[in-house]
């Protein structure tokens, strides 16, 4: 019988000496994947669960339509906005076939989302085990969403606790218990998103009500993990001294 394939996940970055995502030195894990779509999100490209070409109009060259060429699909058009140089993917007609990131000379065009297996991405995050052991940092996994690749998380931080690196979860909730459970068995510490504390609107904001995330709060603190809840505060939706005071 032959042995089942590694287990991969889709993540669009990962980064080293991140400072706000737990305590101490740390490596964040993105994930790609989120069912939120807040309306403020200020990494729109974790959003969809597939591989995305991006276009980057500060690497693009003056006078160069190699990518436009080499779209087999017509793919990709000429959309100057408030750029001269800009490029727009009609996602639609996508194949994800890569020629335009072949042919552009200076990477212009980028694959956000790239599948990697567990040992791939704990190959990254233990090259820095001695900054995590003198500032008490470690690894948080983040998105995106990570309960959107649960069993890809769960085995990354559980290879993780092997090694005795300190694991942390940033999430919004909003995903099954069972889920966040199964990832709670590796989780040193809990980073908590809670957006607005009135689900209906919680639903105008990000798409989705809140009445799962905040009832998986309260499954998750029963477990005694340690938990620190963050508030974004993003002015003109969640900042009024009621919202605030509410949550």
């Known amino acids: 019988m032959a042995d089942d394939p590694p287990l991969e996940g889709l993540i669009f970055d990962i980064e ?8 101490g030195i740390r490596t964040a894990v993105f994930v790609k994947g989120c069912p939120l779509r807040c309306l403020w999100c200020h990494n729109p ?27 087999p699909q017509d793919a990709l058009v000429a959309s100057p906005g408030v750029d001269p140089r800009g490029i727009a993917v009609l996602r639609d007609r996508c194949d994800l076939c890569l020629d335009c990131l072949t042919a552009c000379p200076s990477e212009g065009m980028v694959l956000i989302g790239q599948r990697m297996t567990v040992e791939a991405v704990f190959d990254r995050v233990r090259r820095n085990q001695s900054f995590y052991r003198h500032s008490g940092g470690g690894v948080t996994v983040t998105g995106g969403e990570p309960l959107t690749q649960w069993r890809f998380v769960r085995a990354l931080l559980a290879r993780c606790r092997q090694e005795g690196i300190s694991t942390a979860l940033d999430t919004c909730g909003y995903g099954p218990w069972e889920h966040l459970r199964a990832l709670l068995e590796f989780t040193d510490l809990l980073l ?25 709060l309260r499954r998750a603190s029963d477990l005694g993990v340690p938990i620190a809840v963050r508030i974004p505060l993003i002015p003109g939706y969640n900042v009024s001294a009621e919202t605030v005071g509410a949550i």
């Open 45 to 71: 490209e974790s959003q969809s669960t597939r591989p995305e070409l991006a276009f980057l109009a500060r690497n693009c060259l003056p006078d160069c339509d190699d990518c436009l060429r080499a779209c």
């Open 192 to 216: 908590y998103d809670v957006k607005e504390i009135d689900s209906e609107r919680h639903a105008r904001f990000t798409g989705v009500p809140n009445d799962l995330i905040l009832g998986n």
């Open 16 to 23: 080293k000496f991140a400072v706000h995502d737990g305590p």
